[in-house]
């Protein structure tokens, strides 16, 4: 994983990719995929996967308060974050 220049976002991306490693913990989490199913899923090396994990365990406090902070940012913007009512 690699840091990349932002103005205000810190946490690591994945090498090689124009991906938060945030990304790919939340989206294993939310589709309870294993790490050998996240590796297929995102065309990724285990390893990778398992460097994802370590890291975002133990920066939680970060990538919630960047998730926070891009809350926030889009609010500005007038994006609703909010899912229509189903019919």
Known sequence: ?????????KQLYIKRHKLLASIIWQDAIANQMSPKQAAENWNLPIETIYEVIQYCESHQ??????CDEERYRLQLKGVSLEFPNAA
């Not at 994983?1 to 976002?9: F, L, Q």
């Not at 406090?61 to 960047?66: A, P, S």
Request: cysteine-free; hydrophobic content about 45%.
């Open 1 to 9: 994983m690699v840091a990349r220049p932002h103005p205000w976002r």
């Open 61 to 66: 406090e970060l990538i919630k308060l960047e």
